[in-house]
């Protein structure tokens, strides 16, 4: 008889925890095929322009879109209280006598999906149907999960605007990169996850 011995199996949480592993993984490389390297749509006219704020060339894009006419209104997202629509120009060095008609701020959102909740709402009350969506390439894929679950029945273009201090091209070579990235990855999967922990919410409604 031979001496070898017949190869160990993996016990049950071993192979659970191996395919995890291999789904996270394999979620990652997905993940980073879904962020955009380019604006894939430039020229679509949309009834509004959304942008969230929390990045450099968010709200320079959005005024720049709305200046070439490619929305009726202007809508900024998680804009600090105490700004208003001239503060926000005077810090974008536009002038208000062009724009500040069509620029309407929010000031109830601190996080992604407060964004999309706020930014329902007011589409909502304009009755518009289509919205370009201006936010970093990075956090495109969560912002589009979101946006997409508040307002279903809404076209959203996607406008990604691109920081110099991300350089997607190689992100596993520049540590500042690779972490925002790692760290989006996770905060887009419990944005994934979060109707299945905790219920879908209902939709978003006007204040009583």
């Not at 949309?46 to 720049?64: E, K, N």
């Not at 930014?119 to 970093?136: C, K, N, Q, Y």
């Not at 990235?181 to 409604?205: D, H, N, W």
Request: with cysteine; glycine share 8%; net charge positive.
């Amino acid at each position: 008889m031979s001496g070898s011995r017949a190869p160990r199996r993996l016990s049950l949480p071993a192979v659970l925890i191996l395919t995890l592993l291999l789904a996270w993984f394999g979620g990652f490389v997905w993940f980073l095929r879904a962020i955009p390297d380019e604006v894939s749509d430039p020229e679509t006219a949309t009834d509004a322009i959304v942008v969230l704020t929390g990045g450099s060339l968010r709200v320079q894009s959005g005024l720049a879109l709305l200046a070439a006419g490619k929305a009726k209104k202007l809508f900024v997202s998680g804009v600090h209280p105490g700004t208003d629509v001239a503060a926000l120009m005077r810090a974008e060095h536009r002038s208000s006598a062009t724009l500040a008609c069509c620029v309407v701020l929010g000031h109830e959102a601190d996080n992604t999906l407060g964004n999309a909740e706020e930014t329902a709402l007011w589409m909502r009350r304009e009755g518009f149907h289509s919205l370009r969506l201006v936010t970093s390439s990075y956090h495109m894929p969560r912002s589009l999960l979101e946006f997409s679950r508040a307002m279903p029945g809404v076209r959203i273009v996607a406008h990604p605007v691109f920081p110099e201090h991300v350089l997607q091209g190689y992100w596993w070579a520049r540590p500042r990169t690779a972490m925002l990235i790692f760290a989006e990855y996770q905060k887009y999967l419990l944005a994934l996850a979060r109707p299945v922990v905790f219920g879908r919410p209902e939709t978003a409604s006007e204040p009583s």
